[in-house]
């Protein structure tokens, strides 16, 4: 819970990431997330934070295609760039409020769907 309140470099450089044993899960509000698919848990914080923040998502709506210069897939799972036409997909396919009321709508829609984007 410490990692919590440092900044996201030194919680990346963090020496229990190293030695602590294999990550088990995601955590959540209580709710436990698994890894598979890869991009399901960050994913669905991109979705949360991007609807609360009303400009924001106003902004990522008017867009068509997305990129994202630094992701490189020998270091990184999660994209923002595929998040973000993730969230636009799920807005004009009328979606979008469906999968956000509950993880069981989410998982129901998104679940088979984030690999194959």
Sequence with gaps: MDLLQRTSREAKKDIRLKNSGKLLYFQHLHRKWPFEPKTLFYDWLFLHVLTSHEMLRQQV???QAFTDLEFNPNKSINCQAKAAA???SLYQL???DYVLTSTQNYFEICGNAMDRI
């Design 86 to 88: 993730f969230y636009v």
């Design 61 to 63: 709506l008017t867009f």
């Design 94 to 96: 009328d979606l979008l």
